[in-house]
């Protein structure tokens, strides 16, 4: 006889409510705090939650993570094979938007994906950082730049139109 459990879904979305944000820090802290106690109010002051539901509900996701990495390693599928797999899209896509979206993949699961500043990078600006790298990197040749002519097309009558009357209507809301 095959049971069918009906799971809530864990949807992790940004917004005003952090009902379903993923918590990793929280998780990770109530994991390590779950060795020196099991009491939910002690969990909730240790890990920074605001109420013992959110406790509850943080306890939730870590079953349902837990029990999503089983399912997947059931499945057949563990970290070298999910790895090996987006290497061989990769390896053997033709197409140079496959290969960028698995390369954008591996870097957002490294967590590379956004550019966050930190406090020693704030003092310069990435202006900066670029002109002193150059500077340190000058015995490497440049490489030599493509010169190509720009051909401008031609703006079509009826555009060159409705551009002037833009233009016209913006001057009369400043006279």
Same mark, same amino acid.
């Given at each position: 006889?095959?049971?069918?459990?009906? *799971?809530?879904?864990?949807?992790?979305?940004? +917004?005003?409510?952090?009902?379903? #944000?993923?918590?990793?820090?929280?998780?990770?802290?109530?994991?390590?705090?779950?060795?020196?106690?099991? &009491?939910? /109010?002690? *969990?909730?002051?240790?890990?920074?939650?605001?109420?013992?539901? /959110?406790?509850?509900?943080? *306890?939730? $996701?870590?079953?349902?993570?837990?029990?999503?990495? /089983?399912?997947?390693?059931?499945?057949?599928?563990? *970290?070298?094979?999910?790895? +090996?797999?987006?290497?061989? =899209?990769?390896?053997?896509? /033709?197409? +140079?938007?496959? $290969?960028?979206?698995?390369?954008?993949? %591996? %870097?957002?699961?490294? +967590?590379?994906?956004?550019? &966050?500043?930190?406090? =020693?990078?704030?003092?310069?600006?990435?202006?900066?950082?670029?002109?002193? #790298?150059?500077?340190?990197?000058?015995?490497?040749?440049? $490489?030599?730049?493509?010169?190509?002519?720009?051909?401008?097309?031609?703006?079509?009558?009826?555009?060159?139109?409705?551009?002037?009357?833009?233009?016209?209507?913006?001057?009369?809301?400043?006279?």
């Amino acid at each position: 006889m095959n049971i069918e459990q009906k *799971l809530k879904p864990v949807i992790f979305i940004k +917004g005003d409510y952090n009902y379903h #944000r993923q918590n990793d820090f929280q998780q990770n802290f109530i994991l390590k705090a779950l060795e020196i106690t099991t &009491d939910p /109010e002690e *969990l909730r002051k240790m890990a920074g939650l605001k109420t013992v539901a /959110e406790v509850y509900r943080t *306890l939730d $996701k870590l079953a349902i993570r837990k029990e999503y990495h /089983e399912a997947l390693l059931r499945a057949g599928y563990d *970290l070298d094979s999910i790895v +090996g797999g987006i290497k061989k =899209a990769i390896d053997n896509s /033709e197409s +140079g938007t496959i $290969k960028l979206r698995g390369f954008q993949m %591996l %870097l957002k699961s490294l +967590g590379l994906d956004t550019y &966050d500043a930190t406090a =020693a990078d704030t003092k310069n600006n990435w202006e900066e950082t670029l002109k002193k #790298r150059a500077e340190q990197e000058e015995d490497v040749p440049a $490489k030599k730049l493509l010169e190509y002519d720009v051909v401008i097309p031609k703006t079509p009558e009826g555009e060159k139109e409705r551009v002037s009357e833009d233009e016209s209507m913006g001057e009369s809301l400043y006279e």
